[in-house]
Nanobody, 126 residues
Framework: QVQLVESGGGLVQPGGSLRLSCAAS????????MGWYRQAPGKERELVAI???????????DIGDSVKGRFTISRDTAKNTVYLQMNSLKPEDTAVYYC????????????????WGQGTQVTVSS
């Protein structure tokens, strides 16, 4: 099985920055995609940023429209870790941020399975 562990959430003032990390562990064979979604109270979960073909030399990234130009996603393939750098944070960025992974492990390979982290709270407020 696979576990996703997030870190880096917290309280920040508008205009500030935070960096989230998500480390995947377990009997991982390959990572097809890793990224971040968020869910604010009363709203649906939405894509923030995701890296697909994550194990390839030239992965692709997809950034949500509401965070383009402010958030960037990166990965450390050797550590099976993905990072979300959040700059120029706004109050509307307040949400629980969930790490997502589409991963093949020893029990599923060559098929992949979806996994979610437990979520980390990001609050943007003065």
């Amino acid at each position: 099985q696979v576990q996703l562990v997030e870190s880096g959430g917290g309280l920040v003032q508008p205009g500030g920055s935070l960096r989230l990390s998500c480390a995947a562990s377990g009997s991982i064979v390959s990572v097809s995609a890793m990224g971040w979604y968020r869910q604010a109270p009363g709203k649906e979960r939405e894509l923030v940023a995701i890296i697909t073909r994550a194990d390839d030399a030239n992965p692709t990234t997809d950034i949500g429209d509401s965070v383009k130009g402010r958030f960037t996603i990166s990965r450390d393939t050797a550590k099976n870790t993905v990072y979300l750098q959040m700059n120029s944070l706004k109050p509307e960025d307040t949400a629980v941020y969930y790490c997502f992974g589409n991963v093949a492990h020893r029990g599923s390979w060559p098929s992949t399975e979806n996994y979610w982290g437990q979520g980390t709270q990001v609050t943007v407020s003065s």
